[in-house]
Every structure is written in C-alpha cells, then in structure tokens.
C-alpha cells in the first residue's frame, strides 16, 4: 500500500460526504447510513470508472495491480461499472453494454432521499446490484423491512456476500424484479436501481395506497428522469419527475429494435428543407420530450466528415423511416421522408410543442399509470402531453 492509497482510504469517505452534502444530495438523515455503510465495501476488485453526468466508462481497474486508482475511483462522485453484457465481457477495454454498476453517489442518495421513508416502513428493491443501496436500506430501516430483488445470479450472490459481511441481512431474492415480490407485500416504498421504459403493475399492486414508487423512467427515443409515483387505490399510481438519470434497463425490457436493413429503402418518399437543426434535437431532454410525444419513434446517427452527420428515424413498427442531415454553418437542413408516417415532421412538431411551453425542464413532467396504459404530463396530470396518432 503506498502513501496515496492511505490518503484515500482516510480522506475519501469524508470528502466525498462532504461534497454531497455541499450540494444538498446526502442529508442529515442519510448521514448515518452513509458513514456506517461506506461504499468500498460494496465495490468489486474490478471495475471500469465511469464518469459523473456521461455515459462513459474507462478502461478496467483491477485493485491489486492499481490501488490508487482502484480508491480514487469508488470515493469519486461518479458511477463504476461492475459487469458487462451480462457477465459475458471481463476483458480490459469496454464490452458492448454496461449491465450492472454501483451507482453515482448523487444519484443514490438523491433517490433515497425522493423515497422519504421512515422508521418501520418495508422497502422494495429492484436491481440489488452490487448491494450498496440494499445495505444502506437495511442500516436506516432494519434487515427485516428490506427486500431486495436480483436477475443476475453471479450479482445477487455476490451482492449478498458484501452485504452480510457488513452485518445485514435482508431479503435477498434472485429473479425477475418486474414481478415484484408478492410474499413480502404490501410495501410501503419500491425503489427501483434500473431503468424502465413502462412501470409494472405488479409494483403498484404491491404498494399499499399512499405508498411511493421511485424509479427511473425513460420512453423508447431517449432520455430518462427519475419518477416519484404516489400509489392510490384501483391499481394507479401518479407523481413528478425529479431529475435526469441514465440507469441500465431492467433485462426484460431492453430495447430490442429493428436493423437498417429492415426498412425498404423504396423509391418515392418526400424531400424538403428545415430550419431546425438535427443538432437542436439530440441532447437528453430533447430526446426524452421528443420520446414522450412520439412512442414508437428510435433514432441512430451516422457520422460523416468535419462534423457532419446523418439522423436516421425509424417508427419500431417498421413501416417508415427518414433521414435528416447536419452540416456545420448551415442554415437549413436536406430532409426525406419514406413510408405512411412523415418521421422528421413528426419529431419537429414534438420538439416544437416543448419549444412553444418554455422549454420546460426533466421536474416540470410527471406520469400517471393505470391499469389501461401510462400517460405524462407538463405541470399537473390535468395537462396530458399530446401523443401523436398513429
Ligand atoms: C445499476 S445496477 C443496481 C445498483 C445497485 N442498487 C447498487 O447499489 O449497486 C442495476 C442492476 O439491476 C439488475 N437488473 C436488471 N434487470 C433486472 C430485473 N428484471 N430484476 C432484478 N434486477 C434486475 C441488473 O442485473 C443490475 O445488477
């Protein structure tokens, strides 16, 4: 051990409690858990750092060969991937997709804090991952209120592992957290660790009326914000965004879409101009405003020279699609269009509506779910967000 990884071990927890306190993330409240539960502890041997506010991962730390590095990384306010494409990738570099991670500090504490629990409540976890929010659960509530639900076996097993040997002893559930976990129902708190493109009913079902959901939302486009849902009576549930999140998708519902090469390229179709810039579209609120009005719509870009690029659109049903082009410095962009559904003027007017409200914010929308479907809303449930007719 040298010097530097002594100065981390000792100073890192302080200084990043610090730090998240600074900026309003980790509460008094949650202080305690924060100090009992440290998050070293939780933090497999090898990882990828990531980085704070990016979908970006560096190369593999493995502890015993980078010490240093391996400390600095888990008390650094960011993500850590700890698994890749389900286990299958353990190499250095990067695998295809990221599938389990500890999460970033901020965004931990941030979704404890929206879960507003309180002494006695039983809490739900879906996505135990590397156990750090189970453990943190469990130090706040006691072992017997906290129930927490892994897909992945390799995770789960080793999550339990960490978890026990830092003295707790939940409920730990291998499987598919979309089901929920009826014999530990009714709870009081479901807490989500990935993402989800519609919320399960069965969660709502589970939640006794006045009990909350917190879980990352995000529509089939792009973009995703953490829901604060407030279950009521009947099977619904309804409340706020409260902040953009990127977690990884609950298995079951990753997005599986369509090649290219499904789509004909056909004869036909319309060509015309626009002003607004494909670069105007693409940052993650745009793509969750824009996901929101326009369900069925995905998107993938095609880098060309000095900046350019081509924006596909293409609906999952596969009947249309469209391409829009950026170039730097010009005015206007080149447009086609194919298929029944004109793809870019759909999106232009989904982008438009957003415009033409101010421009509002991830914590200006909310959802409410129902047995019959899932609706968002601007500023109150009363004011739907138009969804295009398909
Ligand atoms: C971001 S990690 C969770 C972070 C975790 N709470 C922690 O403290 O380290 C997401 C986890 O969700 C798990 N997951 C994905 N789909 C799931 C499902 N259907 N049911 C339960 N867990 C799932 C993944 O395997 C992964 O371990």
Same mark, same amino acid.
């Given at each position: ?79 850590? !991937? ?147 849902? !407030? ?160």
């Amino acid at each position: 051990m040298n010097a530097y990884d002594v100065d981390v071990q000792e100073a890192g927890p302080q200084a990043l409690a610090s730090s998240l306190m600074e900026s309003g993330a980790l509460q008094s409240n949650w202080l305690p858990a924060y100090e009992a539960v440290p998050r070293h502890l939780f933090v497999p041997d090898v990882i990828w750092p990531g980085r704070a506010g990016m979908n970006r991962q560096d190369d593999r730390v493995i502890r015993s060969d980078e010490p240093d590095d391996w400390w600095a990384a888990v008390y650094r306010d960011a993500p850590i !991937t700890t698994q890749w494409d389900d286990g299958a990738y353990t190499g250095p570099g990067k695998g295809r997709m990221p599938t389990c991670s500890n999460s970033m500090p901020t965004m931990v504490f941030s979704m404890l804090n929206a879960l507003s629990v309180d002494t006695g409540q039983r809490v739900l976890e879906i996505g135990t991952g590397t156990g750090w929010n189970a453990a943190l659960l469990c130090q706040r509530l006691g072992s017997e209120n906290v129930m927490t639900v892994e897909v992945d076996e390799a995770n789960a097993r080793d999550a339990r592992e960490r978890i026990r040997g830092a003295g707790f002893h939940p409920k730990c559930i291998v499987g598919d957290g979309a089901e929920g976990y009826p014999p530990g129902a009714p709870y009081d708190r479901v807490i989500a660790t990935c993402s989800i493109g519609s919320v399960p009913l069965t969660w709502i079902e589970q939640t006794r009326p006045g009990g909350v959901i917190v879980a990352p939302w995000g529509p089939t486009y792009g973009g995703e914000a953490v829901a604060r849902l !407030t279950v009521a009576d009947g099977g619904t549930a309804s409340g706020p965004f409260i902040g953009s999140s990127a977690f990884m998708r609950l298995r079951q519902q990753r997005k599986s879409l369509p090649p290219k090469s499904a789509y004909l390229t056909g004869a036909g179709g319309t060509r015309s101009r626009t002003a607004l810039s494909p670069d105007d579209v693409g940052d993650w609120l745009h793509m969750f405003v824009i996901g929101l009005q326009v369900p069925a719509l995905f998107c993938r870009v095609e880098s060309g020279a000095d900046g350019a690029y081509r924006l596909w659109l293409y609906d999952t049903e596969v009947t249309s699609w469209a391409v829009a082009d950026y170039e730097k410095g010009r005015i206007e962009y080149d447009v086609a269009q194919y298929g029944p559904r004109n793809l870019w003027d759909e999106l232009e007017t989904a982008w438009r509506w957003w415009d033409g409200r101010g421009r509002p914010g991830f914590d200006r929308f909310g959802l409410t779910v129902t047995p019959d479907g899932e609706t968002a809303w601007l500023d109150s449930p009363d004011s739907p967000v138009p969804v295009t007719e398909r």
